[in-house]
């Protein structure tokens, strides 16, 4: 029988990526744009938004046995 991640492993794993892909979309938008507020509006929306759809994906992926021993 395949193992399935507990909720919390995959909600570590998120919040651990997400911390990586702000500093990265931080230091974009800030280079791109010059402005702080507007770096901070965008880094935010962004961050929310695709934290969710990433817990969702991972979510999803864990109900599925394909490619597990």
């Known amino acids: 029988?395949?193992?399935r991640e507990r909720f919390n492993r995959?909600?570590?794993k998120t919040l651990a990526y997400r911390?990586?892909?702000l500093m990265s979309d931080s230091a974009v938008?800030?280079?791109v744009t010059?402005?702080?507020d507007v770096t901070i509006w965008v880094v935010t929306f962004s961050t929310v938004t695709r934290t969710l759809l990433y817990l969702l994906y991972e979510r999803f992926w864990n109900n599925i046995?394909?490619?597990r021993e």
Do not use: E, T
């Open 1 to 3: 029988m395949a193992q």
């Open 10 to 12: 995959s909600l570590v």
């Open 19 to 21: 911390f990586f892909v």
């Open 29 to 31: 938008v800030y280079f």
């Open 34 to 36: 010059h402005r702080l």
């Open 65 to 67: 046995d394909w490619g």
